[in-house]
């Protein structure tokens, strides 16, 4: 499904896909597996006060005493989900009890208790990447998890996932890594079309999605990547073909036609710019032709050799079975 995209790799897009993941590989510098750290921080200060830190310090820790994590650990109880973090190979970003207690404030609720399970997993599993990740292995830009979902990373003065930031980094375990971060992070809750339908600046693309009868597909199919035209590129389409409304256009097509152009702007499985080579690319999509995308120009060429512009600024919109990235022209088979 992916194979013109072969740079990329392929995501879990399922929550049953968590399991088995892979065989722990014992560290021997490990005390613990990591939910046994996480249900006992208190009683492994060493692995969050290293010595260098220490030294630092004049002797003194940055918190008076090692982070706790006991709220993470109900969650991970309540969905089935220790056992996991217990026996494969994971990296886990593991949220303080501050960050959960912000959590429930936000959400109006008093714990754990009132969160029901089926909506605890995947956030949970928003917190995991596959296998051993240490801060000095961690780039800009988008890094999947076990959620499906990807989230970002931000290096600078620290280190951020999405908006979290990282308390206490590269925290060992025998079967991976914890890093403690300061706030709950959340996965998309949004579809590709719930998102495209909440910006009137999609509101011509919402109506043709929505007369080739794509809707049901975009919003409960994928993951996919959608390259999405904004309202100003439609209206330069009709007068670069010579159509006075989208009407006239979509009569011209035809439900078949309109349905090709549409699906030239759509890629399977989940594709972040920052997982594009530097040079050009050619993309297959899921209307069977390809197009070209140079991630340095941020620049695509379709099959006809126009040249549409990404959007800077509107870049790995994420929804919850895909990302969109947002075009400045419309492509063509």
Do not use: W
């Amino acid at each position: 499904m992916f194979l013109a995209l072969s740079v990329f790799v392929a995501s879990c897009s399922k929550e049953d896909d968590y399991a088995p993941i892979d065989q722990p590989q014992d560290d021997p510098e490990a005390l613990a597996d990591i939910a046994t750290i996480l249900e006992n921080s208190e009683q492994f200060p060493e692995l969050f006060y290293g010595q260098d830190d220490l030294l630092k310090r004049g002797g003194k820790p940055a918190y008076k005493k090692p982070p706790t994590f006991f709220n993470l650990t109900l969650a991970l109880i309540k969905t089935d989900l220790l056992s996991v973090v217990a026996k494969n190979r994971l990296t886990v970003l593991a949220p303080t009890d501050e960050a959960f207690q912000a959590l429930f404030k936000q959400l109006g609720v008093r714990g754990i208790r009132d969160i029901p399970a089926d909506q605890l997993k995947p956030i949970l599993l928003y917190h995991v990447i596959q296998g051993k990740v240490f801060s000095s292995q961690l780039k800009n830009g988008f890094t999947r998890t076990l959620n499906g979902s990807a989230v970002e990373v931000k290096l600078g003065n620290g280190v951020m996932f999405n908006d979290a930031t990282v308390l206490f980094a590269n925290i060992r375990a025998i079967n991976g890594v914890i890093h403690a971060i300061d706030k709950v992070l959340l996965p998309p809750s949004k579809s590709l079309v719930e998102i495209a339908a909440g910006n009137p600046a999609f509101s011509i693309l919402v109506q043709a999605v929505q007369f080739a009868e794509l809707d049901g597909v975009l919003a409960t199919g994928g993951p996919f990547t959608v390259f999405a035209p904004t309202n100003d590129a439609f209206v330069a389409l009709l007068g670069e073909l010579g159509f006075a409304s989208l009407d006239a256009l979509i009569a011209a097509l035809g439900k078949d036609g309109l349905t090709q152009v549409l699906l030239y702007h759509v890629v399977s499985d989940r594709v972040y710019s920052s997982d594009l080579p530097a040079g050009p690319l050619k993309v297959g999509t899921l209307q069977g032709g390809e197009f070209t995308i140079n991630a340095s120009t941020l620049k695509i060429t379709d099959a006809r050799n126009r040249v549409s512009g990404l959007v800077p600024s509107l870049l790995n919109i994420q929804a919850n079975n895909g990302v969109i990235h947002v075009i400045d022209r419309v492509i063509l088979p």
